[in-house]
């Protein structure tokens, strides 16, 4: 609470005392924690000590090049030479580096990725454990082939030409189709524009071995790489590995230059208009590039990047404003300022209209930027900015020792590829108030005056077929009159701050008693109104604080006619606001607090869950409290509501994606079942306003129904009074629900059908499921894990290494304990029209191998491994403690146990998957739907 107060007096004085001098040529003062060294040959290194999670570290090599360096005949090289990495390198042939690093239970594409842009390509091994012998070492190696030892064999190329075709056919949609579209008038006919990282696959089907040897040789050299090693390692050793393992690799002789691309001015506006038969609904982008500088940064550019982000978030709380309106013409907007290019940034509104309605929604967005041009922003609305930043570095800086690896990895990447600095962030904040205390309105207003220029102006309209679409000429006019408009009026805030619950009566009740629980270390209150409240303190990670409300009953005990109207309980509840205040003014109470709470009712529960960091205890629970005893139904909120549900429905009908779903749920329930409506017309009018708020008034009517759980960096000594006054104040009465089962069946038991779609870009996707009644027991949750992993690592190999067949097969299970206890697993992939027959019957060879007891005991290994690193890493979140609770007092069992968990894995043993696999496949039931194009 102090800090609070310190910020506060701040902008008290702002005006009247002289604050310290800005100056803004020095440089930003710079994280020492990292540390950044750079070899003989040119390659920079970067190493960060954290504990955040215990005995992991995550090695990452960022490399300074991309798609944008290919020649013509080189269009995807940058990518499929990424995908290379993974196939073969000097110490680690053939999927070596994968192999390797699963058999210490690293995931591929969760803990192992890697991705190629227009200016970077980046490999990353996240949460490698560091206290196995020789894995650092290893994972040093790794990066080191990576840097220099790529073997790139013919086989290997060839092989994987499939698996880069099978990724670009899986990406193909209408927004990538509409992305592809714009680039040229979005980076203004630059090479950028012809450089999409996918590629040709025309290039992808034909390149020589040379050509990707040569893109290899060319570009992945020192000059252009930096290594970075985050977590918990000790710097000194890293280093002098580093030095050893990396200075060998020589520098190349006489190398291509690197250029940076630059994106020229343009005095006349660009334009773009797009459309596609899968899009439906459209969107406008209105922005103006502005130029970027890699130099040095100095406070300067602080202070530059600060109003840059305060005048974006200002202008889009206006707009938003508008939105929730329901004669709004758009459904949403927002203004931001983003990087574009390596060399340029953008700054502009992003606009998606309602049906027609696409010159309106778009003069009305940019009136709103010009009244800003023209009046700047009010007091209130600055305070309200600086209050929500002041908040953000405080958390921030509170929570300086939890930030997440991937965090300082963004940071070093930007230093590396941008030169942004890595900033100490105590030291910048010490800035960043210095700002604050001597900004004046017009401070902001001028800033806003220099974005909004008249020359680098790019208009892309994604547009739709019969449509009044936005042209040029119409665009023009409407900027040209909307910008000569003297009727433009300044923007008032009618908003007088008030607290949440200011004019709200609170009769305290009190905590009746009182129980310590030994064996997990909680602490159950019953309060005088009869409702429970378990609590557990832990500053595993500081200043966090859960809270969580189950009550079950659900949609189980609702009728079928009121299930549409039920699914947007939680929606309205959330556009509605909160007590006396709409949305909007929800927001302005809450300015630089740090505190959320929603509702969600799902099939047999109605939950209530909500986060604050320490100092916002008190925020969460009068939200919770209000929750109670005056939720916001508001009909405007409503009426928008429905709009947002129209637009989707129009979206949905040329999306693909939807038609599956639809079809899947039509195949397995049916047109007409009650129970699982598909979303149309007629389920739209079937939500009424009326109906949600009786819904939600008779799920939420008594808090003594539900069980509450509190966990995280808040004692109980200052939590005690909080629940005496904001839970054991709510009425309650002796009502207790249960749920019941409701639940559907399929109508066959086996669905096998092939369904032929229009689409613009042709490929198949394959849905095979199988599900069955099954006994739910923790045991048998990981025998269902450990076959889903297994499978999916079979496929992996089969299905897209050996055949190039698809460019992934996910497979998905759930055991399910209520409303019925059973077993599931789902395997889904896209691939080529022409080989869904091969594929699909591989899939079920190797579902068969494992059934009959072809299990590869490495295959397990790696399953089971990354299962107890898992159970590791979790304890080191918040979240762990709220699952213990919720384990213990709903469902009664001790996740801290290892009988619970490390005993249950470890006792895993081939033929447990295969007698788990065998009687869960005996008389299940199954669907195997394809989907192709129509012809
Ligand atoms: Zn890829």
Same mark, same amino acid.
């Given at each position: 609470?102090k800090? $609070?107060?310190?910020?506060?007096?701040?902008?008290?004085?702002?005006?009247?005392v002289?604050?310290?001098?800005?100056?803004l040529?020095d440089p930003l003062p710079?994280n020492?924690?990292?540390?950044?060294?750079?070899?003989?040959?040119?390659?920079?290194?970067y190493?960060y000590k954290?504990?955040v999670?215990k005995n992991?570290?995550?090695?990452y090599?960022?490399?300074?090049?991309?798609?944008?360096l290919?020649?013509?005949?080189?269009?995807?090289?940058?990518?499929?030479?990424e995908?290379?990495a993974?196939?073969g390198t000097?110490?680690?042939p053939?999927?070596?580096?994968?192999n390797t690093?699963?058999?210490?239970? +690293?995931?591929?594409?969760? !803990?192992?990725?890697?991705?190629?842009?227009?200016?970077?390509?980046?490999?990353?091994?996240?949460?490698?454990?560091?206290?196995?012998?020789?894995?650092?070492?290893?994972?040093?190696?790794?990066?080191?082939?990576?840097?220099?030892? $790529?073997?790139l064999?013919?086989?290997?190329?060839?092989?994987?030409r499939?698996v880069?075709k099978?990724?670009?056919?899986?990406?193909?949609?209408?927004?990538m189709?509409l992305f592809?579209?714009?680039?040229?008038t979005?980076f203004n006919?630059t090479k950028?524009?012809e450089?999409?990282p996918?590629?040709?696959?025309?290039?992808?089907?034909?390149?020589?071995?040379?050509a990707?040897?040569?893109?290899?040789?060319?570009w992945y050299?020192?000059?252009l790489?930096?290594?970075?090693?985050?977590?918990?390692?000790?710097v000194?050793?890293?280093?002098q590995?580093?030095?050893?393992?990396?200075?060998?690799i020589?520098?190349?002789?006489?190398p291509?230059?690197r250029?940076?691309?630059?994106?020229p001015?343009?005095?006349?506006?660009?334009?773009n208009?797009?459309?596609?038969k899968?899009?439906?609904?459209?969107?406008?982008s209105?922005?103006?590039?502005q130029?970027?500088?890699?130099k040095?940064?100095?406070?300067?550019?602080?202070?530059e990047?600060?109003?840059?982000?305060?005048?974006?978030?200002?202008?889009?709380?206006?707009?938003k404003? @508008? +939105?929730?309106?329901?004669?709004?013409?758009?459904?949403?907007?927002s203004?931001?300022y983003?990087?574009?290019?390596r *060399?340029?940034?953008?700054?502009g509104?992003m606009?998606?209209?309602?049906?027609n309605?696409?010159?309106?929604?778009?003069?009305?967005?940019?009136?709103e930027l010009n009244?800003?041009v023209?009046?700047?922003f009010?007091? +209130?609305?600055?305070?309200?900015?600086? *209050?929500v930043?002041?908040?953000y570095?405080?958390?921030?800086i509170?929570?300086i020792d939890?930030t997440?690896?991937?965090e300082?990895?963004n940071s070093?990447q930007?230093?590396?590829?941008?030169?942004?600095?890595?900033?100490d962030l105590?030291?910048?904040?010490e800035?960043?108030?210095?700002i604050f205390a001597?900004?004046?309105?017009?401070?902001l207003?001028d800033?806003?005056?220099?974005?909004y220029?008249a020359e680098?102006?790019?208009?892309?309209?994604t547009?739709?077929?019969? !449509?009044?679409?936005?042209?040029r000429e119409?665009?023009?006019?409407?900027?040209?009159?909307?910008e000569?408009?003297?009727?433009?009026?300044?923007y008032t805030?009618?908003?007088v701050g008030?607290?949440?619950?200011?004019g709200i009566e609170?009769?305290?009740?009190?905590?009746?008693s009182?129980?310590?629980?030994k064996e997990?270390n +909680?602490?159950?209150?019953?309060?005088?109104n009869?409702?429970?409240?378990n609590?557990?303190f832990?500053?595993?990670?500081?200043?966090?604080v859960?809270?969580?409300a189950a009550?079950?009953?659900?949609?189980?005990?609702?009728?079928?006619a009121? $299930?549409?109207?039920?699914?947007?309980v939680?929606n309205?509840?959330?556009?509605s606001?909160?007590?006396d205040?709409?949305?909007?003014?929800l927001a302005?109470?809450l300015?630089?607090k740090s505190?959320?709470?929603r509702i969600?009712i799902s099939?047999?529960?109605?939950?209530?869950?909500?986060?604050?960091?320490?100092?916002?205890?008190?925020?969460?629970?009068?939200?919770l409290?209000?929750?109670f005893?005056?939720p916001?139904?508001d009909?405007d909120?409503f009426?928008?509501?429905?709009?947002?549900?129209?637009?989707?429905?129009i979206?949905?009908?040329?999306?693909?994606?939807?038609k599956m779903?639809?079809s899947?749920?039509t195949?397995?329930?049916?047109?007409?079942?009650?129970?699982?409506?598909?979303?149309?017309e007629?389920?739209?009018?079937?939500i009424?306003?009326?109906?949600?708020?009786? @819904?939600y008034?008779?799920?939420?009517n008594?808090?003594?129904?539900?069980v509450?759980?509190?966990?995280?960096d808040?004692?109980?000594e200052?939590?005690?009074?909080?629940l005496e006054?904001?839970?054991?104040s709510?009425?309650t009465t002796?009502?207790?629900?249960k749920?019941?089962?409701?639940?559907v069946t399929w109508?066959?038991?086996t669905?096998?059908k092939?369904v032929?779609?229009?689409?613009?870009d042709?490929?198949?996707?394959?849905?095979i499921a199988?599900?069955?009644?099954?006994k739910y027991s923790l045991?048998?949750?990981?025998l269902l894990?450990?076959?889903?992993d297994i499978?999916?690592?079979?496929?992996?190999?089969t299905?897209?290494?050996?055949?190039?067949?698809t460019?992934?097969?996910s497979?998905?299970?759930?055991?399910?304990?209520?409303?019925?206890e059973?077993?599931s697993?789902?395997?889904?992939?896209?691939?080529?029209? !022409?080989?869904?027959d091969? $594929?699909v019957?591989?899939?079920?060879?190797?579902?068969?191998?494992?059934k009959?007891?072809?299990i590869?005991?490495?295959d397990?290994d790696k399953?089971l491994i990354?299962?107890?690193k898992?159970v590791?890493?979790q304890k080191?979140?918040?979240?762990?403690q709220?699952n213990l609770?919720? !384990?213990?007092?709903?469902?009664?069992y001790?996740?801290?146990?290892?009988?619970n968990?490390?005993?249950?894995?470890?006792?895993i043993?081939?033929?447990?998957?295969?007698?788990?696999?065998?009687?869960?496949?005996?008389?299940?039931q199954?669907?195997e739907i394809?989907?192709?194009p129509?012809?």
């Amino acid at each position: 609470m102090k800090n $609070l107060l310190t910020v506060f007096s701040l902008f008290l004085v702002a005006y009247t005392v002289s604050a310290q001098e800005l100056k803004l040529n020095d440089p930003l003062p710079v994280n020492q924690k990292i540390k950044k060294g750079v070899l003989k040959n040119g390659l920079t290194y970067y190493i960060y000590k954290t504990d955040v999670i215990k005995n992991v570290a995550s090695y990452y090599i960022i490399q300074n090049v991309g798609s944008i360096l290919e020649n013509d005949d080189q269009q995807g090289l940058a990518h499929f030479l990424e995908h290379m990495a993974f196939n073969g390198t000097k110490n680690f042939p053939g999927k070596g580096v994968l192999n390797t690093l699963q058999k210490h239970g +690293a995931v591929f594409a969760k !803990d192992i990725n890697a991705y190629t842009a227009f200016d970077e390509t980046v490999y990353n091994m996240d949460n490698i454990p560091t206290n196995v012998d020789g894995l650092i070492d290893t994972s040093l190696l790794i990066l080191h082939d990576w840097a220099d030892g $790529l073997l790139l064999t013919d086989a290997e190329i060839d092989a994987e030409r499939g698996v880069i075709k099978e990724e670009w056919r899986s990406r193909q949609n209408g927004d990538m189709r509409l992305f592809k579209n714009s680039l040229p008038t979005m980076f203004n006919n630059t090479k950028y524009a012809e450089r999409m990282p996918i590629g040709l696959m025309s290039v992808i089907d034909n390149f020589k071995y040379k050509a990707l040897r040569d893109f290899y040789h060319d570009w992945y050299r020192t000059d252009l790489q930096a290594i970075a090693v985050v977590g918990d390692i000790d710097v000194e050793e890293i280093e002098q590995k580093i030095e050893k393992l990396f200075a060998k690799i020589p520098a190349i002789q006489n190398p291509i230059e690197r250029v940076v691309v630059n994106i020229p001015d343009n005095a006349a506006m660009l334009y773009n208009l797009g459309m596609d038969k899968e899009i439906t609904t459209s969107n406008i982008s209105f922005t103006i590039n502005q130029p970027k500088s890699l130099k040095d940064e100095t406070v300067a550019d602080l202070k530059e990047a600060l109003f840059n982000k305060m005048v974006s978030s200002m202008l889009s709380s206006r707009l938003k404003e @508008i +939105a929730q309106k329901p004669d709004a013409s758009f459904v949403s907007a927002s203004c931001s300022y983003q990087s574009l290019a390596r *060399a340029k940034n953008s700054f502009g509104l992003m606009i998606y209209p309602k049906p027609n309605r696409q010159q309106q929604a778009f003069k009305t967005a940019l009136e709103e930027l010009n009244r800003a041009v023209k009046f700047g922003f009010t007091q +209130a609305e600055i305070d309200r900015t600086i *209050a929500v930043y002041s908040n953000y570095y405080q958390t921030k800086i509170s929570k300086i020792d939890q930030t997440p690896h991937f965090e300082i990895i963004n940071s070093i990447q930007k230093n590396y590829l941008e030169n942004e600095t890595m900033t100490d962030l105590a030291k910048e904040y010490e800035l960043v108030k210095n700002i604050f205390a001597q900004l004046a309105p017009k401070d902001l207003h001028d800033f806003l005056k220099k974005l909004y220029t008249a020359e680098n102006r790019v208009l892309d309209v994604t547009g739709v077929e019969g !449509d009044n679409n936005l042209s040029r000429e119409e665009a023009l006019t409407i900027i040209n009159n909307v910008e000569k408009d003297t009727a433009l009026t300044a923007y008032t805030d009618a908003f007088v701050g008030e607290t949440l619950t200011s004019g709200i009566e609170i009769k305290e009740g009190k905590i009746v008693s009182e129980k310590n629980n030994k064996e997990i270390n +909680a602490t159950t209150f019953v309060l005088s109104n009869g409702m429970v409240v378990n609590y557990k303190f832990t500053d595993i990670e500081k200043n966090n604080v859960l809270f969580e409300a189950a009550s079950f009953g659900g949609n189980s005990l609702l009728k079928d006619a009121d $299930l549409p109207s039920a699914a947007m309980v939680s929606n309205l509840v959330g556009m509605s606001g909160l007590g006396d205040y709409n949305s909007t003014d929800l927001a302005k109470v809450l300015a630089g607090k740090s505190a959320k709470s929603r509702i969600s009712i799902s099939e047999l529960e109605e939950t209530i869950s909500g986060m604050s960091t320490t100092k916002d205890v008190e925020t969460m629970l009068q939200m919770l409290h209000l929750q109670f005893v005056k939720p916001r139904f508001d009909e405007d909120s409503f009426k928008v509501l429905q709009n947002n549900l129209e637009n989707s429905l129009i979206r949905r009908k040329g999306d693909i994606a939807y038609k599956m779903e639809d079809s899947v749920s039509t195949i397995l329930y049916g047109f007409d079942n009650p129970k699982k409506r598909l979303f149309d017309e007629k389920y739209l009018k079937d939500i009424s306003f009326e109906k949600i708020k009786s @819904i939600y008034q008779d799920r939420f009517n008594n808090a003594a129904d539900f069980v509450f759980f509190i966990t995280g960096d808040v004692s109980k000594e200052v939590l005690k009074p909080l629940l005496e006054k904001y839970l054991a104040s709510l009425p309650t009465t002796k009502k207790k629900e249960k749920w019941q089962d409701n639940s559907v069946t399929w109508l066959n038991d086996t669905n096998k059908k092939d369904v032929f779609l229009p689409m613009e870009d042709p490929k198949a996707t394959v849905r095979i499921a199988f599900k069955n009644k099954f006994k739910y027991s923790l045991k048998n949750t990981y025998l269902l894990k450990a076959f889903q992993d297994i499978l999916e690592l079979r496929l992996m190999e089969t299905l897209r290494e050996q055949e190039g067949g698809t460019y992934g097969a996910s497979v998905y299970s759930s055991l399910s304990k209520r409303p019925k206890e059973s077993a599931s697993f789902y395997v889904y992939f896209d691939c080529n029209p !022409d080989k869904v027959d091969k $594929l699909v019957s591989i899939v079920h060879q190797e579902i068969d191998k494992i059934k009959n007891g072809t299990i590869d005991k490495e295959d397990l290994d790696k399953a089971l491994i990354s299962y107890l690193k898992d159970v590791k890493e979790q304890k080191e979140y918040t979240g762990y403690q709220m699952n213990l609770l919720y !384990d213990y007092f709903i469902e009664g069992y001790n996740r801290d146990e290892a009988k619970n968990n490390v005993d249950l894995i470890n006792a895993i043993k081939p033929q447990d998957i295969q007698k788990f696999v065998q009687l869960m496949m005996n008389n299940s039931q199954s669907f195997e739907i394809v989907f192709k194009p129509a012809k």
